[in-house]
């Protein structure tokens, strides 16, 4: 069974980076059949899907238009973890971050504990 | 991007009685190729990340209790639950994994009566 363990800041300041961790256990980044994605939730969006970073022989990545510009999400095959990065971040990026990853659902059926980020001075 | 949309926002209902949530998604998510539904159903409790109770429209994941079903086909789904016990008080979202980008409902909120 997949379980995702996340860690990083739950602050973090206006127009900084906002970096969080996934480490996987009982998967690996580098399946050909799994994916590994982060998700956001605030009262405001919902739950927001954000990207995703899966291996089908090649390293392929897919992100939502709305962050699109701002955010990479990059495997560690050392580590076998992945990684949210989310640039220029402003108070409306405060939320709960989610990875979330597996074979199931498109790599929806398993996910991490969950973080509060504070966007804030 | 395929909107997801549920009804009703919030409803009560009381112990051991039938309820059912409903999604509706702005196009079709089933995909002929494997000739299945990408529709995923999540419960959430407070304080939780959601949990994965159906996927493919109406595939129960193993360990959840079988008075939990999906039905549905195309845009239009729903999420029964047979016989409500107190611990499935939550919030239900339905989502779509035709995507990319994946989308969810806007959520259930399931109290007792």
């Known amino acids: 069974q997949v379980q995702l363990q996340q860690s990083g800041p739950g602050l973090v300041k206006p127009s900084q980076t906002l970096s969080l961790t996934c480490a996987i256990s009982?998967?690996?980044?580098?399946?050909?059949?799994?994916?590994w994605n982060w998700i956001r939730q605030s009262p405001s969006r919902g739950l927001e899907w954000l990207g995703r970073t899966y291996y089908r022989s090649k390293w392929f990545n897919d992100y939502a238009v709305s962050v699109k510009s701002r955010v990479i999400i990059n495997p560690d095959t050392s580590k076998n973890q992945f990684s949210l990065q989310l640039k220029f971040v402003t108070p409306e990026d405060s939320a709960v971050y989610y990875c979330a990853g597996g074979v199931a659902v498109s790599g929806f059926g398993s996910w991490g504990q969950g973080i509060l980020v504070t966007v804030s001075s | 991007d395929i909107v997801m949309t549920q009804s009703p926002d919030s409803l009560a209902v009381s112990l051991g009685e039938r309820t059912t949530i409903n999604c509706k998604s702005s196009?079709?998510?089933?995909?002929?190729?494997?000739?299945?539904?990408?529709l995923a159903w999540f419960q959430q409790k407070p304080g939780q990340p959601p949990k994965l109770l159906i996927s493919w429209a109406s595939t129960r994941e193993s360990g959840v209790p079988d008075r939990f079903s999906g039905s549905g086909s195309g845009t239009d789904f729903t999420l029964t639950i047979s016989s409500l016990q107190a611990e499935d008080v939550a919030v239900y979202y339905c989502?779509?994994?035709?995507?990319?980008?994946?989308?969810f409902g806007g959520g259930t909120r399931l109290e007792i009566k």
């Open positions: 009982g998967d690996s980044v580098s399946s050909n059949s799994a994916a």
């Open positions: 196009q079709t998510v089933f995909y002929s190729s494997n000739n299945k539904d990408h």
């Open positions: 989502q779509q994994y035709y995507g990319p980008p994946f989308t």
